[in-house]
């Protein structure tokens, strides 16, 4: 296992195939969609502001970009089954989405000007799934980006009825999704909580990314973590975006290759990566066995993380060629860092971010962030 993959599986990272420019990395194509002109609700007002310099954006960048200001169920429909048609092959494929958007019983939802949700069953009829949006952008050959500046307090929730059972409630923001293949989210609020519209022009969160999209030399996910810092500096710390996906190890340039000679060397918003001690810390909610599993050819591979309360951890794979490794790592306020000393060519070291949330760890490591899950047996 070289160390590429070593990365990719430690973090189940989001990392995308790259290109200098939009001729290089083929066809490029978007929706971009922003509703504030509500009909059943109060009006939003920056989300036609936000899609109307997003789309201007992704068209410096090379997308054929398709605009809806305010747009109903059925141009929704419509146009996202036109950009599946467009995407299939393409390199890359963007939706942007601002407006309003719910979870109801575990189902993500973009809501249309004229949607009425007299109840939470009307959802299927009058709102476009995010799993039907995330579906749209899966057949490129790279990147399949979704982006949604739709976790606001939602005003249908509060006068729906509900005929389903108490757990289908609405919730605040989107939930936890889990895209497959060549798909990346990016959520303007992590699950569960609400994104603000802002009081200019922008949203927050739009706002940070029209200020870091276009920069050139920055891999997208990284890119992605300086629209995190940004809005949550701007919000102080009340808003945190969040990005879900588990995508090949290249990487991506959405503005263009760094300089020659530039490529492999560290991003420039990085932060230093820490070096793990050989006596290690570890926070207790770390210890034990983890669980990943990572694309090996046309099957998948179950890779196995056990982590020991004397800072020292073991690796082992069930199916693909990951070669079994050890070494030592903290888990410590919220870092981690990682030295593989035996098992893997090199002085291997990594470092990043971590968060417990019971059954699951969400790592963020150099190249992105993912999913470790605490294993049963």
Not at 123 to 135: F, G, I, P, T, Y
């Amino acid at each position: 296992m070289n160390r590429r993959e070593f990365v990719s599986g430690l973090a189940v990272v989001a990392t995308l195939a790259g290109s200098a420019s939009a001729a290089a990395d083929g066809k490029r194509v978007a929706l971009v969609i922003g509703n504030g002109a509500y009909r059943s609700v109060p009006a939003l007002p920056n989300p036609p502001n936000d899609a109307a310099d997003v789309a201007a954006a992704l068209k410096r960048l090379g997308f054929a970009v398709t605009f809806i200001a305010n747009g109903t169920f059925d141009e929704m429909r419509r146009s996202l089954i036109a950009l599946g048609r467009d995407a299939a092959g393409a390199g890359m494929a963007a939706v942007y989405f601002a407006g309003h958007g719910m979870e109801i019983n575990g189902e993500n939802w973009l809501i249309p000007v004229d949607a009425e949700l007299k109840r939470d069953t009307d959802a299927a009829n009058e709102a476009v799934s995010l799993q039907s949006v995330m579906l749209q952008v899966s057949s490129t050959t790279s990147l399949g980006l979704v982006i949604l500046d739709a976790c606001r307090n939602n005003p249908f929730a509060a006068k729906m009825n509900r005929a389903l059972a108490t757990r289908a409630a609405p919730t605040s923001g989107l939930g936890r999704i889990e895209p497959v293949g060549n798909v990346l989210v990016a959520y303007a609020a992590r699950d569960g909580t609400t994104a603000l519209d802002g009081d200019g022009r922008n949203s927050p969160f739009t706002a940070a990314l029209l200020r870091n999209i276009a920069t050139p030399g920055v891999e997208v996910t990284f890119m992605f973590r300086n629209v995190r810092d940004d809005v949550m500096e701007a919000t102080r710390n009340e808003q945190q975006p969040f990005v879900y996906g588990s995508l090949s190890r290249k990487a991506i340039y959405l503005a263009g290759l760094p300089p020659a000679g530039e490529a492999n060397a560290a991003q420039a918003n990085a932060m230093p990566v820490p070096v793990a001690p050989v006596v290690a810390a570890i926070d207790p909610a770390l210890v034990g066995t983890w669980e990943i599993m990572v694309p090996s050819g046309h099957r998948q591979s179950r890779w196995i993380w056990q982590i020991m309360g004397d800072g020292t951890y073991r690796f082992h794979a069930e199916g693909g060629s990951a070669r079994p490794h050890e070494g030592t790592v903290t888990f410590a306020n919220g870092h981690w860092a990682l030295h593989a000393l035996k098992g893997l060519p090199g002085d291997y070291r990594d470092g990043g971010s971590y968060e417990v949330h019971d059954t699951i760890a969400v790592i963020t490591g150099k190249l992105g962030t993912g999913y470790w899950r605490r294993s049963v047996e």
